[in-house]
Every structure is written in C-alpha cells, then in structure tokens.
C-alpha cells in the first residue's frame, strides 16, 4: 500500500487550496471496506485544534481503521481527509502517531533510545544517520515520559506500560501539532494510565490536537473535552458534555439498551453501559 | 609445512573465498529475513530456483552459470510474486501460500532436470549438483560474480539502514513517516534472492535456506542490537563457510554445503543453549538460583520464629526438625546461611544431632524479610506453630 495515496488523489481543486483551514481535522464522506465489508461507512469529522478528543465506539466500531485512514494506513474507498486544512502527505511531520502497543514485535533487537529516535527518522530523511542531537532530543522526550533512566534498556525487558511510553515519547520528539493515540490506555496500570493522561492534558493545554481512540467509557468525562461515537457510521460528535448522553451511548452500543435505561439517574446509567463494552 | 601445502591448494582457495562471501552476505541478509519473519521466504525462493536453473541451462544451450543464475533469479522473483498475489488476493493464508508455491516450483524444476538429463549429450553436465551443491565446482571466476552482488548487497543495506530498520521494526510507522514500506521490502526480498541464487552452487536449493536463517537466528541469540546481530551473523556465517569447506577438504567425498549447513545449526544448537540471557541453559540456572534463594530466606525465617516462640534468641533448633518443617533436607541452605554469617552450628558434640542458632545478623535479616518480604511462597506455611514444647 503505497504511502503516498490519499482519498483525494483524484481531486481537481488547485493544490494549495486550503480546505476547512480552521479544523485539525476534517473527514468528509470517508468510507472504507475491508474484503467488501464495509468498516467505515460515510464519516464526517470535524474535530477543532486544541482539544483532547476521544474516538469510543464498540468492537468492531471501525475506531482504528478511522485513524489508520485518516493517516494513509488504509486505503478508504471514498471520502477525503484534511489536516489543518492540508492533505496529510503535505503535512506529515506535524503529526504524531501511537500505534497499538501490539503491533509490533517487542522481541526485536533494539533499544529504548533507539526506538524514540525512530520518531525522527521522517525529518532526517533518506541516507542521513542519526547523530548527537537526535540522541539528546529522543532523551529529552524519555524524561518527559519518566523513562530516561531505561534508554539503553532492551525493549523486550520492558513491561506493557513502559513499551506505552515508550511509543508515546517516540511521537512526542516528533513535536506534532496533531497526535492520534491508538488504545493508549489498554493493558497498563494505573499509574499508567495516570501518567499517560497528564502527558496527553499537558500537549492539549500547550494548543497540540490530541486524538485518541480509547475504549473505557468510565474515564471519558475526566480525561477529555470532545467526543466522537463510532459505530461504522459516527453516532455522535462534540464538546464531551454535549455528546455524551444515554441516548447517544444507546445508539452506538445497542445491545446495552435495556441496562442503560435500567440505570437510575444519568451516572448510573453510564456505568452500566461501561461494564459490557470492548 | 603440509598445512600450508594444503591451504594453498587452488581449488580450496577458491572455496575458501566463496565460503567467505556467501557466509558474509547470507548472515547480513538473513537477519532481516528473521526478523521479518521471512525465513520460510528463503525456503520457497531457493527451491523455486530449480526450474530456472533448468531453463537457464536449456537457453543457453550448456552449462553456463550466468545463464542460469539469471534463469533461477528470474524463477525465484516470480516465486515471490505468486506468494505475494495468493496472499493477497485470494482466502489463503501467507504460510498456505508459501507451501503452495515452493511445491510447484521445484516440481516443475525436477521434471524440467529429469528432462534435461535424459536428452543424449547434454544431459550430465551435473545439473543434479544444483540440488545439494558441489563447492569444488565454483571457479576463481565465479568468485567475481559473487563478490560484485555481496558489495552491492552490503552498499544497499549500508545506504538505507535506518529506512530497513525501521520498516523491520514498525512498517505501519514507516509508512505514516512517509517512506515507501512496499518498495523497500521489495529490495530487501529482492536481495535475499540474489543471496539465495549466489549460494545455490554451493549449497544446493534444498538446504540455501539454512544458509539464510541459520547465522542470524544463532545471532540473535546473543545481541541487544540489530547493528550487532547483523555483524555477528555474518561472522557466524564465514565461521560456518569456512569451517565447511576444510572439513570437506579433509577427505574425499564429503559434500562441502551439507557440512556448511551442519556447522551452521551447530552454531545454532550452542546458541539457543548458552546464550547469556536467552539461552534455554541460562534460564534453568536463574530458575534454579532462585529456588535456592527462596530456600535460604525459609529457613532463615524458620529458625527466626523458633527462636521468637521460646523467647530465647540463641535457641539452638536440631537440624532434623528443620528439615521436618520443610519437607526437605536443609542442610545445603543452613551451610550457605552460616557462610554469610546469618547462623552458626552449635552442635559442637559429634555424637549430638546438628544443632542451629541464629546469629544478631541473622535476626535482624529475618526482621527485615518479615517487614517486606510476605511474598515468600510457602514462607507462611513452612513457619514452625511452637507451642512451648521442648525439642
């Protein structure tokens, strides 16, 4: 899958036309299939810069096929994707990735330090090595993930939640203004989780896009401000306070109807939605 | 002066360097197959080289080795292609695919050798080698042929080290980063072909692929990083070679690629037993030291509390009702104990049974294991209830 194909190579519009400038991230009639199974069916997104936003959604949503779209990873059938107004090749260097923890082999001969620096591997370009200064920046995005003192770790002696950060400082030396999280937040502790989140907030509030795809409902009204429902379609989507209602959860986790209604008041109903969820 | 004699045969020389070259550029290409869990990859691109061999042959009209070289590259790419097509396009599954077309392929090439072989006089030009290799019949002037494709190999993987690291480790990243995953594992599979077709003369198409998995699989065995596993499999790959083509040497009739195979997978044997770390020997001696440790801590702690329940602190525990709260002899444990001080044998009469006291060292050990130190298994169990009786 050539990297270089986006949704819209077809598209007539002159090249430095910027479309919905404002938006870190526009999606327009997006639809992808997998073996003629449709995965995403027609999704528009706007999500505006700025905030930390969560992608829910129930198995099978399509919530990382969304992301793996939006960022060339699969082919969409239709639709078009804008990063700050911009087709995301024009763009690249101002996103940063964290793919699931899962796909990729931890046994591999490698280093922590090494794996951060892959994180500029897009800026250095063809042929050129890394060197001194790229050392120090990838240590410098260890700190802030607290794992300077594993830089030399092998990572295959790394537990679930040190490989999270891991990948989290490899996008942070990237210094992206728009970062997509795959499953961040799955398989780690507590502390964890606390740490991951702190880092996340701290992004947003200094005015980077966060977007992460994240699987526990329980935790989305204390860790983020705006909310995308997914279920191959987008159910809902806004500020956290708007979206995130019963009604909305219903649509997209059907099943759960008769326990969300069972619930007594507006928490009670959205704890019983969380329990059954991926 | 024999030994001498003996290495400066020509014929050796020359397979000596052939070793050499193709040890160097299987181990550094091999480690990518590896990692990339490409290894039965290597499987299919050499056996599907047989009938390209056999084309090679037939084209050219006689034995000619660029003709059939280029005739088993040919075979081999469009091997890879068929993998790559099936996979993708059809229901089957990559290993399914893999098994697929190595079948075809190399019984294509083993009519198209019987058929070669059956025709009046062009037959016995030894294709039959190709299957398990004949090193003696490299010529000094094969040796620029293969020593062009390993630089060129080297010079490849030297120039683009870091875009065949990364799309090893993590393609999804890769290609988000903008590099074009797909062209580069082409090149990458592409020039573990070209390995592949180099050692064919060698080693043969049935057993090349050992010659591609074998060094880096022992490498990785004993690396943190892929620069070093890269170095140590072609190191373990020129080990292999070299050591191959003497034994080969040594006496007559003794096929060179085989051996170089068999030196190969013994280095792989060594490796997956002794390497620090990962080796299956290595990990039976932590498990073993650590069941010792946790022995030692028990009885520590045994004679700690047998201690506390009488309220006496050197009060002397008989060895054989040590062993009876453990299930086991303590013997072992007690001496190691007493080597760090921990206890010290009061059993000073020869016709007494042992007896053990701790020392202040030893409880104030045993303090500090009970503060933070419940996760002792059996620890609670194995702590003696004293009623006040005598012993």
Known sequence: MPATDTPESRDPPPPRDLHEPGLALHVEDLTVSYQRQPALWDIDLDIPPGVMAAIVGPNGAGKSTLVKAVLGLVAPVAGHVRLFGRRYREIRRRVGYVPQRSSVDWDFPTTVLDVVMMGLYGRLGWFRRPGARERAEARAALEQVAMQDYAGRQISQLSGGQQQRVFIARALVQRADIYFLDEPMAGVDATTERAIVEILKGLRDSGKTVIVVHHDLQTVRRYFDWLVILNQRVVAQGPVGDVYTAENLRAAYGGQVALLEAGPGEGGAMDAAEGSPP | ?391
Request: proline fraction near 3%; charged fraction near 15%.
């Open chain 2, 1 to 391: 002066m024999t030994v001498l004699a003996w290495l400066s045969d020509y014929t050796l020389q020359t397979v000596m360097m052939g070793a050499v070259l193709l040890g160097v550029v299987s181990g550094v290409l091999g480690s990518f197959a590896v990692l990339r869990r490409q290894s039965l990859m290597g499987d299919v691109l050499s056996h599907a080289a047989l009938p390209g061999i056999c084309l090679g042959f037939l084209v050219a009209g006689g034995r000619e080795l660029g003709g059939m070289l280029a005739g088993a590259f040919a075979a081999a790419g469009l091997a890879a292609l068929c993998v790559l097509l099936i996979a993708r396009q059809t229901r089957l599954k990559t290993d399914a695919a893999l098994g697929i077309v190595l079948s075809v392929f190399f019984a294509v090439g083993v009519v198209l050798l019987s058929y070669v072989q059956s025709r009046a006089g062009a037959g016995q030009a030894g294709l039959t080698s190709f299957l398990f290799g004949q090193a003696a019949a490299i010529l000094r002037s094969d040796l620029w042929l293969m020593g062009a494709v390993t630089a060129l190999a080297l010079a490849v993987v030297l120039a683009f080290w870091k875009e065949f690291k990364l799309t090893s480790f993590d393609p999804g990243y890769a290609v988000v980063a903008g590099y074009p995953v797909l062209a580069l594992e082409i090149a990458l599979t592409v020039m573990i072909a070209l390995a592949i077709v180099l050692g064919l003369q060698m080693v043969g198409v049935v057993l090349m692929t050992a010659m591609v998995i074998a060094p880096a699989a022992a490498a990785r065995q004993w690396v943190r990083r892929l620069e070093a596993m890269v170095l140590l499999a072609a190191l373990f790959g020129v080990v292999a070679g070299l050591t191959g083509a003497v034994i080969s040497a040594q006496a007559r009739g003794l096929a060179t690629g085989p051996l170089i195979v068999l030196v190969a997978t013994g280095i792989v044997a060594v490796s997956l037993l002794l390497a620090p770390g990962r080796g299956v020997l290595w990990s039976w001696a932590a498990r073993l030291q650590e069941a010792r440790r946790l022995r030692t801590r028990q009885v520590l702690l045994t004679l700690h509390r047998l201690a506390e329940g009488h309220g006496d602190p050197a009060y002397p525990s008989e060895q054989g009702m040590v062993d009876a709260y453990h299930g086991a002899a303590t013997r072992r444990a007690l001496s190691r104990l007493a080597a760090r001080g921990l206890v010290r044998d009061v059993g000073h009469h020869p016709e007494t049974a042992p007896h053990w006291e701790l020392t202040d060292a030893g409880h104030a050990e045993a303090r500090r294991l009970e503060a933070g130190a419940n996760d002792i298994p059996g620890a609670e169990s194995a702590a003696p209830e004293v009623t006040g009786g005598k012993p």
